[in-house]
């Protein structure tokens, strides 16, 4: 069958993803980019032009006026190249066959952990690694390859191996990395993708260096404190208050070298020469380095690059090259840095004065383990946006949580309108509510109140995301982390281990849980309802490096697994794995009665059936349609939220749609009623009806699926546990736990915090 591939690139991570068609996509493409017509009865989503909130990439329809006709050239030249090469290859003659060796798909590598914690988390808060994207909770170790991401008036800080703190702007996207050469000499890195970071920098030691990068800059610190910023155009800017900065324009060139070199002395030569191109930024001063001055120096560089890597395969076994290949670069670089001039010049008092107000070198703690969390509420609406100072340094606006050293003691004031409203010492002993308040309300600082309630301890936190959020029933609750799943049934509960988990399903006969193993396959783990081990089944070299999305379906012994190209059945009795094309997936997959929906990346609602066949049910965008999310009913009603909207497919294919006014959510159905979990809301919604019942906010950030049994509606947050009774429509009891994830059972309340069971009796 004639296919053809194309190349699509996510600039922000510089990702490139192969992607076939044969003829049917191809025609499918043309139909979809040339009509406005309605799929099946389903509204479309018709922007040319649209970023997603947190994946910042953009894609552009050509859909009226010369953009068509150019679409309707290209396509007619596309059709008529393939019949060329289709007749070519008819008459062409022909040797014997070579049989194609196999491709070998290479294992995707789970991230390991780098120096590096979040000490400070304001609002929406997100950290993304290979494909997947949860929130960020206060704590969180980083991983190679995290990229934090921050929504607008939200801020982040990360400590860094305990010699700097870095503070994430708002509507910022920060990726992290770090390495250790054979030297021992660690590297670590900061990529600013879009946004802005303030950092204050210990002085480091020799052994280590610290680079922010842009698209076009490289800043590198040794102790100081200074702030980079990257606008709309690209252009870097570097604000010094305080040490010294090596500033100098971003070759892409030298950095590829660099990586094609195996020789780790080369290596780390090639890293110091770098920085040799720019100049040393001095304290009060500022710089900016612009696309036009990165592309004059990888013009420069281009033509000593094909020299290098002409020899670096010599550097290895030749001492020779090695001096060769250093003495190129060297000269390359000094000759960038002669005809790219980077200017600095003296810095606006207020610039210097801003920088200064929310980084301080202080606040670096000795040790990322002697950590207390301090949590600042609102104790009235007036306050919230108050803006938080620990020892004259702006921390944040509340709400926000922060981490301290412990055993010590520091100032504290909240400011509302430049106005001191609260104003108190601080010992940091232990892990504390702060409610704040306007004066004469009681603005106090208080540990959390002790309530009628039992703790156990567990080896256990929840690691909840999309396509992660858990499985919620009447008898139990099953909650996914990094290394294991936790089943929970009231008072008791087992903790199943496993490496690198994956994704789970469950239905009304059993229990499927997929990890994956140290050489990239995969293993699918078969559990009776009740959390016994019943099968496990090696799923194979067809497996191995398979990138899976979101949750899986379970149905009769099969299990419906999503990955990038279609979706894979298993079957749990024989084991055997069947692949079906329906094109890249990258959304959510719920079950049915015979089978599963499933939607695609072009927006195809697919119902995929147990034996293999799948027809289309209709079609949500012809955009592209990532993090979906999706749920199904017994009775056959399919329910969808995206970009915004709740739609629904009735079981005789009705469509209605609801306005929910958040892009993302984490849901579940209880009966009649859909939960949401919206932010720092939680939406109630009638399945039938599609109405928005009850719109529930909470001070802080809800945690996980709220769980809901008869009236009650359990809410974990940031700030507290709610016991919410959805019939009068108010709020009966807040607890000061903080968790994950909860259920009801015999008259208590369970709920999984970090590392602890809270038993709560209902009263």
């Avoid at 008529?80 to 070998?104: H, N, R």
């Avoid at 349609?625 to 909207?645: E, F, N």
């Amino acid at each position: 069958m004639l296919k053809f591939f194309i190349l699509q690139k996510f600039p922000t991570y510089g990702v490139y993803f192969i992607r076939g068609l044969d003829m049917k996509d191809i025609d499918k493409l043309i139909k979809e980019s040339l009509s406005f017509s309605e799929f099946e009865k389903l509204p479309i989503l018709n922007e040319k032009l649209f970023e997603e909130k947190y994946f910042y990439y953009k894609e552009v329809g050509l859909m009226k006026g010369v953009g068509k006709i150019l679409l309707v050239v290209s396509v007619v030249l596309i059709v008529a190249g393939a019949t060329l090469f289709f007749v070519w290859d008819k008459l062409a003659i022909k040797g014997p066959v070579q049989q194609l060796s196999k491709v070998e798909v290479p294992a995707v590598k789970q991230p390991e952990s780098i120096s590096a914690k979040v000490t400070m988390v304001c609002g929406d808060v997100k950290v993304a690694n290979m494909g997947e994207i949860s929130d960020v909770e206060i704590g969180y170790n980083l991983k190679e390859g995290d990229v934090i991401q921050t929504a607008p008036d939200s801020e982040c800080e990360v400590q860094v191996a305990n010699k700097g703190l870095i503070k994430i702007a708002e509507k910022s996207s920060v990726s992290f990395s770090e390495m250790v050469l054979a030297s021992q000499k660690t590297e670590r890195e900061i990529f600013v993708i879009s946004g802005g970071i303030k950092s204050a920098f210990k002085k480091l030691s020799n052994n280590e260096t610290f680079k922010v990068k842009t698209d076009t800059a490289i800043a590198a610190v040794r102790g100081t404190k200074f702030s980079v910023g990257v606008d709309e155009k690209g252009k870097t800017k570097l604000i010094v208050s305080e040490g010294k900065v090596i500033f100098v324009p971003r070759v892409t060139s030298l950095e590829e070298i660099k990586e094609s070199v195996k020789d780790e002395e080369v290596k780390a030569a090639i890293s110091e020469i770098e920085l040799k191109g720019g100049i040393v930024v001095e304290e009060g001063k500022k710089s900016e380095i612009t696309p036009e001055m990165k592309s004059k120096a990888e013009e420069n560089f281009s033509s000593v690059k094909k020299d290098v890597e002409s020899i670096i395969t010599q550097v290895q076994e030749n001492p020779e090259a090695k001096k060769e290949v250093i003495a190129k670069v060297e000269k390359a670089v000094s000759d960038v840095s002669e005809k790219v001039t980077v200017k600095e010049e003296k810095a606006k008092p207020q610039e210097v004065k801003e920088l200064d107000k929310v980084v301080s070198k202080e606040l670096i703690s000795v040790s990322d383990e002697n950590l207390v969390k301090i949590s600042f509420t609102q104790g009235s609406d007036e306050v919230a946006g108050s803006e938080v100072y620990i020892d004259n340094t702006l921390i944040g606006k509340v709400p926000l949580s922060k981490m301290l050293s412990s055993g010590k003691k520091y100032k504290l004031e909240v400011r509302k309108d430049n106005k001191v409203i609260l104003s108190s010492d601080l010992s940091a002993d232990k892990d504390m509510e702060i409610k704040v308040t306007l004066p004469g309300e009681e603005s106090k600082v208080e540990t959390p109140v002790e309530e009628s309630f039992t703790s156990r301890d567990l080896d256990f936190t929840p690691n909840i995301s999309y396509g992660k959020v858990g499985i919620y029933t009447s008898q139990y609750v099953l909650l996914p982390s990094y290394n294991s799943v936790l089943y929970l049934y009231g008072d008791s509960f087992k903790r199943i281990s496993m490496k690198n988990f994956v994704s789970m399903g469950a239905d009304k006969d059993m229990i499927a849980i997929i990890s994956r193993n140290e050489d990239s396959t995969l293993t699918l783990r078969v559990y009776s309802n009740d959390g016994n081990l019943v099968k496990e089944i090696d799923l194979g070299d067809i497996t191995k490096g398979l990138l899976t999305i979101g949750k899986i379906a379970v149905v009769s012994k099969k299990v419906i697994i999503p990955v990038l190209n279609g979706v894979g059945i298993v079957d749990v009795d024989s084991g055997n794995v069947k692949f079906i094309n329906i094109g890249n997936t990258f959304s959510d997959i719920e079950s049915t009665d015979n089978g599963a929906i499933v939607i695609s990346e072009m927006g195809e609602i697919y119902k995929v059936n147990l034996d293999g066949s799948f027809s289309k049910v209709g079609q949500i965008s012809i955009v592209s349609v990532r993090k979906a999310t999706l749920l199904t009913h017994p009775d056959g009603s399919i329910y969808i939220v995206h970009r915004g909207k709740l739609y629904r497919i009735g079981p005789n294919k009705e469509v209605s749609s609801t306005d929910l006014g958040v892009s993302e959510v984490l849901g579940t159905i209880y009966g009649d009623k859909i939960v949401f979990n919206a932010g720092t809301r939680v939406l109630v919604i009638n399945r039938n009806s599609g109405k928005i019942e009850n719109t529930i906010e909470v001070s802080g950030k809800v945690n996980g699926i709220p769980y809901l049994k008869d009236k009650y509606l359990i809410i974990t947050s940031s700030d507290g546990l709610y016991l919410y009774n959805l019939e009068s429509n108010k709020e009966e009891k807040k607890y000061d736990v903080i968790g994950y994830s909860s259920m009801i059972k015999d008259n208590n309340i369970y709920v999984i915090g970090k590392s602890k069971m809270f038993i709560i009796p209902m009263k």
